[in-house]
């Protein structure tokens, strides 16, 4: 058994929160607090200079985490601290994407420069305007005016990027206004008023088709559209909508009734939608629905933290969790309680939090003073812990399994920060 001294994340630090839904990122610990409910959160006021400027949306690209405030500036959250990175006329696109083994992150809209982000720092580029972006294939797929350009990268360097044009799809206007871009099995979506097109891009040749689609409307379409599994999930003014087989339809979920009201941004994995939401009389949780059996339940829960895009739950329980390696989504569904792990007689021998925050890792933070201890992680799999000096430690348990079907597991303590 290995002890490894050093610190797991980039600070301990504690912070005063609101008494409203709060959402975390454990990487770079910045926080953000929800002051009323409403489509806005506003950055709360920790360590250097973060923005007291409300949030019209946030992104987790790349590993780093970047929002956007209403007076049109994009910032970057650090540790304890966010940085201007320029200034958008309008709500932008971030993307990611690999050149000689390094990860180049990019800002663009239909302003005329780009932002980019590297390791060097934030960089003014000269670009073309878009009004949506989106990487598949290879290739770098904009829409501006109802024309979807793709183009491909063939060289950059931190001084200038330069791209080769392909070509221009024009979208007729009978179809309405482009709303929104997705990939999918292969196909790059491009959803409008009226109807879905895809492009399908094999190699060189690029087939661009048309399926219109039954029931299609702007504002079925205009809320988020991620993928779970073989259907499109996306919420819109408090209802949940699929596309599935070529049809978008409502699904009547227990946000009708209006005791819940999204709070934060959704997640899916394994066929299940999740959301986090406040009830009226301000208790907080999870909506979740399963979309092959058509089950559906809110959890409760003290505050829904993200955490690297998977869920932790601070009440000693992880009942769901949407994991990411790298910009991938994984996803496991795993139900551990308290009850499950036996940490001995003494009442101090508990488990503070259980954190899912990447692929086949899970850390439990335990304290406390161990003999020989049992952790019960799962029916007839054991862990023996023996020796441990008294001070805090975190438990951590790596598996090659993404169902947690608990095997090859390796054990590590690591001495917690004070």
């Not at 290995?2 to 600070?11: D, M, N």
């Not at 290739?139 to 931190?158: G, P």
């Not at 907080?284 to 690297?308: H, M, P, R, S, W």
């Not at 406390?368 to 799999?381: C, D, L, Y």
């Amino acid at each position: 058994m290995k002890k490894v001294i050093r610190k797991i994340f980039a600070s301990k630090k504690k912070y005063s929160l609101s008494q409203n839904l709060t959402l975390t990122s454990t990487l770079n610990n910045v926080v953000i607090e929800k002051d009323k409910i409403s489509s806005s959160y506003t950055l709360s006021t920790i360590g250097k200079k973060l923005p007291d400027n409300k949030m019209l949306c946030s992104y987790l690209v790349g590993g780093r985490y970047f929002v956007y405030t209403e007076d049109n500036l994009i910032w970057e959250c650090k540790d304890n601290y966010a940085i201007p990175i320029g200034e958008v006329n309008s709500r932008p696109t971030i993307i990611s994407f690999m050149y000689q083994g390094e990860e180049k992150i990019l800002v663009a809209n239909n302003d005329e420069d780009a932002i980019l982000v590297s390791s060097n720092g934030y960089r003014r580029h000269s670009f073309f305007s878009v009004d949506k972006m989106i990487l598949h294939a290879g290739r770098l797929f904009s829409t501006l005016n109802n024309e979807i350009s793709f183009t491909t990268l063939y060289d950059f360097d931190d001084a200038e990027i330069n791209f080769t044009p392909d070509g221009t799809i024009v979208v007729p206007k009978k179809y309405g206004n482009i709303v929104y871009l997705s990939v999918l099995d292969g196909k790059l979506y491009v959803f409008t008023e009226k109807a879905v097109f895809y492009i399908l891009c094999d190699g060189e040749s690029i087939d661009f088709k048309l399926k219109t689609l039954e029931n299609v409307c702007a504002e079925f379409i205009e809320g988020m559209i991620s993928k779970v599994n073989d259907r499109f999930m996306f919420i819109e003014k408090g209802r949940l909508y699929q596309l599935y087989n070529g049809t978008i339809s409502s699904v009547k979920t227990l946000l009708d009734n209006g005791f819940y009201e999204v709070c934060g941004e959704s997640a899916n994995f394994n066929g299940k939608y999740l959301l986090p939401v406040v009830g009226n009389d301000g208790k907080k949780g999870i909506f979740l629905y399963d979309t092959f059996d058509k089950t559906q339940a809110v959890i409760e829960c003290n505050d829904a933290i993200i955490c690297d895009g998977g869920f932790v739950f601070e009440q000693g329980k992880v009942e769901v969790a949407k994991l990411v390696d790298g910009n991938h989504i994984v996803g496991v569904e795993k139900s551990w309680k308290t009850d499950k792990v036996d940490l001995g007689s003494a009442k101090d021998k508990i488990i503070n939090k259980i954190y899912l925050c990447s692929k086949g890792v899970c850390l439990l933070r335990v304290s406390g003073k161990f003999g020989q201890t049992t952790f019960n992680v799962e029916a007839g799999k054991n862990i023996f812990v023996t020796n441990l000096p008294s001070s805090e430690y975190e438990f951590m348990i790596t598996t090659d399994s993404l169902d947690f079907g608990i095997r090859d597991l390796q054990v590590e303590f690591r001495e917690m920060e004070k």
